[in-house]
């Protein structure tokens, strides 16, 4: 079964909006990752936070992981009709040889 | 110079034939992958090679097999084509297992 779970599935926002994006998983993990995919394209890496941190940042990226929760977040701020893509969380497993796990991802669109 | 590489980008086959992707990687890295995303978007992965050894087979069919002849490359011959084996599959590779991953294009196969 898949790990992460995104949510929303869909996001449509104006640009200059904050679009966020949520991964929920099940297991105990070493790291969560966030990927960007655009249509027809392979993932691109966009950032990776260790189950130890809470806040990462990465230019216009925010990501925050509650591990009690077992959840993250993905904020993208001031949104750009660049940034519309299919966007995935991948946990990396504990245990085992640490294989990532991708999410059903969310589709955000933004509009000029 | 693309990091990852695979060819072909296309490939469109008649059921029951035999076909191969190959995939490259020229970022020096250890450990390269091959993931299976289908029509719904679900990215799963289904080889990991670690240094031409075999370190993750994903329950995938024996029809499936992965061929690592250096550590540069990892290439998926695929037997007896099926419509179920009608995908975009993904080659990857990362420095260590579980941490940034670095993806190819992608192979669209589609099986008629």
């Known amino acids: 079964s898949q790990q992460g779970e995104e949510d929303p599935q869909a996001l449509s926002i104006q640009e200059g909006e904050n679009a966020t994006m949520n991964c929920s ?46 959840s993250s977040s993905l904020l993208i701020t001031a949104s750009r009709a660049a940034d519309t893509a299919s966007y995935f969380c991948a946990t990396g497993e504990r245990g085992g040889y640490n294989k990532l796990i991708f999410g059903a991802g969310t589709r955000l669109a933004v509009h000029p | 110079d693309t990091a990852v590489s695979q060819t072909p980008k296309y490939l469109v086959t008649q059921m029951g034939n035999d076909k ?80 940034e991953q670095f993806f190819g294009p992608g192979t669209r196969l589609t099986v008629l």
């Not at chain 1, 990752?33 to 941190?53: A, C, F, K, P, T």
């Not at chain 2, 670690?50 to 370190?55: D, F, Q």
């Not at chain 2, 695929?78 to 419509?83: A, D, G, K, T």
Request: hydrophobic residues 30%.
């Open chain 1, 25 to 70: 998983y099940k297991t105990s993990i070493n790291n969560l990752q966030w990927y960007r995919q655009n249509s027809g394209r392979g993932l691109v890496h966009l950032i990776l936070i260790r189950s130890n941190e809470r806040e990462k940042h990465s230019g216009r990226l925010r990501v925050t992981l509650d591990t009690s929760k077992k």
């Open chain 2, 20 to 99: 191969s992707i190959k995939c490259e990687q020229n970022l020096g890295h250890d450990t390269m992958y091959w993931y299976k995303q289908d029509s719904k978007k679900f990215l799963k992965i289904m080889f990991s090679y670690n240094n031409k050894e075999l370190i993750i087979n994903e329950t995938v069919p024996n029809r499936f097999s992965p061929k690592s002849p250096d550590k540069a490359h990892l290439n998926l011959h695929i037997n007896s084509l099926e419509l179920g084996d009608s995908a975009v599959y993904f080659c990857a590779s990362s420095q260590v297992m579980g941490n």
